[in-house]
């Protein structure tokens, strides 16, 4: 049991009755109000600012009875504890200066791992590997907007031909760095949170099958029945070592039945949050048709791909084609014709096959942020070649700074911090 917070030396003197020397394990009985023995154990004291949360915190480490630890919560609640928050312990640790955001939630990166790529990752990022390369960025921006500022305050002081030059090398520079640190922050979420692919398409064209086939099990229901498919259907498969979250879809299509409007309503939720959209048709139906606005909404840098299905019943090949409308794969998911084609399209697709050795946690607020401040330094790039005033490159600068100050938490909001905290589990 963690107690963190101005009380819990108070809280350590009215439970253990003896004095604790910080950082030294004590063995020690643990009483009540009245002095009665609720447990024993070892009891731990970590005096501020040295440790976890940057506070006073105490440990006890009890027996693992659900009565005695209960006994033991409520008399620590009666000392003036409270229960604490999702994520709080971690949440105060980065409010205290202990972590940046990025250490904090690769915290919950680390106990969330499902394998050892993505603990290590975790690992790499708790140590603040991430962070590095984020605030490596944030100097050299730093450095060019203080140099144009400084120009501004005394006007007199021109940026000479050299200085000029020197300020196009450091923001080409950045703008470099951002774009590797894109790559490598997309492979970080990835590993972190898996590639998210949508399977859509009409009513009946053997969505469900499709997703039965790629998980080896009957995940969804499947039937002659046009719409049987009314909620968003979720399995993880594991492909080359990288976690891919499929989603079965109800069809889209018109219609005035309730239940599958809100079905297609989930659909088009799950397609506007996609990395990759697995459009079915039926390729036997010789009715098939563009679906035009059917796949509105795909953000941006998701892909889309046609997945053909039913070639058993036209006599077609599998295969994996490149087209001017987007890829194509042919498959049968009945007879499973295709379909390894498909699990090796969809592993190219992503250019991953094993992280590399310094490969380091990232979410896609992470992601998000860095194309923000890659559009930032395009534009100050852009402005400063074109000559089009110092203050306009400068504002451009500061833009690109304030999102880089997000991901770390130098600058954030307490609605982003309630979101990213809320999501930890209790005790962390």
Known sequence: MRVSGPLARAIAENIVHRPLLPRVATYARFVGTGGEMLDQGIALLYGAPHSYTGEDVLELHAHGSPVALNLLLQRVSSLGARLAHPGEFSERAF?????????????????NSATAETARAALRSL?????????????????????????????????????????????????SATARLITQSNLGRMLTDGVRVVIAGPPNVGKSSLLNRLAREDCAIVTAVAGTTRDAIHVEIRLGGLPFHFTDTAGLRATSDPVESEGIRRTRAAIAQADHVLFVLDESDPGIRDPGDEIEGLPAGARLTWVHNKIDLIDVEPAARAGPSGDAVYLSAKTGAGVALLEQYLESCVDYHEAPAGAFSARKRHVDALRRVQTCVQDAQEAFLAARGQELVAEHLRLAQQTLSEITGDFTSEDLLGEIFSTFCVGK
Do not use: C, M, Y
């Open 95 to 111: 409010l205290n200066g202990k972590l940046d955001l990025t250490q904090a939630e690769a915290i919950a990166d680390l106990i």
């Open 127 to 175: 140590e603040g590997e991430f962070s590095a390369r984020v605030r490596e960025i944030l100097g050299q921006l730093v450095a060019v907007r203080a140099h144009l500022e400084g120009t501004l305050d005394f006007p007199e002081e021109e940026i000479d031909a050299a200085d000029s030059a020197g300020l196009g090398e450091q923001l080409a520079g950045a703008l």
